[in-house]
């Protein structure tokens, strides 16, 4: 499949085990990852921090396997679900950067361009968590709004 705002098809990645079942070598019970989990996210972790560090220090391949839940289920089950989701606010930080680059650098071009697709993509994914219920359905986008939110 191509990428969003380029025609190139991109690198392949690492594939998962086609058996979804626990290895026998993981000693961590549901609830002992459950408890992982919401210890990583009151540390201030986001969600796909928590999976990167479950994975390498404490040898849990997949939390969605173990537990049958998603780590982002599981944070919302104990109230630790951020207000804004994690690949939204990245797209924001990343737009706040942009335009901090473009106040001192008025003609670059390529600049502008990334912040038309990035804007592209915030309403995009607005959009989408409207509709699923994940914000707020009066939430609106405006950067010097989240500027002050992110800061």
């Known amino acids: 499949m191509?990428?969003?705002h380029s025609r190139k098809k991109g690198k392949s990645g690492s594939?998962?085990?086609i058996k979804a079942s626990v290895p026998s070598w993981v000693r961590y019970k549901p609830k002992e990852v459950e408890l992982l989990v919401a210890k990583l996210s009151k540390e201030k972790h986001t969600a796909s921090e928590i999976g990167i560090i479950l994975r390498d220090v404490y040898g849990i391949p997949s939390v969605k396997v173990l537990t049958k839940k998603s780590i982002s289920l599981i944070l919302k089950e104990k109230d630790l679900l951020k207000e804004i989701p994690e690949d939204l606010m990245n797209l924001l930080s990343k737009?706040?950067?942009?335009?901090?680059?473009?106040?001192?650098n008025h003609k670059d071009r390529v600049?502008?361009?990334g912040l038309q697709l990035t804007?592209?993509?915030i309403k995009?994914?607005?959009?989408?968590y409207k509709g699923t219920g994940r914000?707020?359905?009066?939430w609106k986008y405006d950067p010097d709004k989240i500027r002050l939110l992110i800061n």
């Open 135 to 138: 914000i707020d359905k009066d």
């Open 15 to 17: 594939t998962r085990p």
């Open 111 to 113: 600049a502008k361009r």
């Open 124 to 128: 995009r994914f607005v959009k989408y």
């Open 119 to 121: 804007e592209s993509k």
């Open 2 to 4: 191509a990428r969003m």
């Open 95 to 104: 737009n706040i950067e942009i335009r901090k680059h473009l106040e001192e």
